[in-house]
C-alpha cells in the first residue's frame, strides 16, 4: 500500500510539473518601492525593476494601487539644460530584458495619495502588462535617504 501511494505521488508530480513549467509568468517585478513624500503632498513617487524572462517584446500598459487616486509612468529628460518629465502610455520590455524605474529617470507617479504613506508602510501595486498581464506586488514605503 505503501508503495502504491510513493508511486501515484510520483506519477502525479510527473504529471503536474510540466503545466506548471508552462505557465510560469514571463514578467517579473522587483525592487518595488514608494518614496515617502512630505505629509499633504499630492503627489508620490514609485520603482521597481522589470524582469522580460520571456522570448518576446511586452510592454507595461497601467499600473495601479488603492493607495492613490491613479499612477502614471513618466520618463525624464534633458532638454535646453532644464529637466523635464513627461508621461508615458506604455513602456516596453525588450524579450529577455530589464527595465528599471529609478529616481531621476523612467518612474512612477502615485497621484493624490489616498491617505499619509509613511516609511515602513507596504502599499499593494498592480503592475498592468500586454501580454503577460497582471502582477501584484507589496512596496514598501521608504525614505529618501534609505
Known sequence: MRLSAILLAALLAGAIAPSVI???????VEGAWIRE??????VMS???TLHNLGGRPDSLVGVTTE?????EMHTMSMHDGMMRMAPLQRLEVPAQGKVELKPGETHLMLMHPRKALQAGMKVPVTFTF????RIRVMAPVRKVDE
Open 22 to 28: 508552462a505557465k510560469a509568468p514571463e514578467m517579473r
Open 37 to 42: 513624500a512630505p505629509p499633504g503632498a499630492r
Open 46 to 48: 514609485g520603482y521597481a
Open 67 to 71: 493607495a492613490a487616486d491613479r499612477v
Open 130 to 133: 500586454a501580454h503577460a498581464g
